[in-house]
């Protein structure tokens, strides 16, 4: 798990890719800036406001603390990060997003290409 100031540095990073700033996304949050310098002196915010800063950033919560779950296979959050790598790649820019049906269909690939590799 990320410690507060390896948190904040995330939060900072995937907002210079994505053009935006600590104070556009505190203020869409509806935080005040001592969320950030909390963040830099070493007091991890509450759960709720880390989820909304993730949400405001396209990522999921474990994301953000880098938290990897058991078994990624069932988890939504880890489902979440492949699905914003690969659109990424895919778009090559931080800007578009994929629409829910695409992520559906691409989730529903990965999957069953999951389970032809089993069989193999």
Wanted: hydrophobic fraction near 35%; glycine fraction near 4%.
């Amino acid at each position: 798990m990320r410690s507060p100031q390896e948190v904040r540095e995330v939060i900072l990073e995937l907002l210079n890719e994505r053009g935006g700033n600590t104070h556009q996304m505190l203020k869409k949050c509806g935080y005040n800036t001592s969320l950030v310098n909390d963040l830099k002196k070493g007091q991890m915010p509450s759960a709720d406001k880390i989820a909304n800063i993730a949400k405001f950033l396209g990522v999921s919560s474990d994301y953000l603390l880098d938290i990897v779950p058991e078994d990624v296979e069932q988890s939504v959050d880890s489902d979440s990060v492949l699905l914003e790598e690969m659109r990424r790649e895919f778009y090559g820019n931080p800007v578009t997003k994929f629409t829910p049906e695409d992520m559906q269909i691409i989730l529903d690939a990965v999957k069953m290409l999951a389970k032809l590799k089993n069989k193999n």
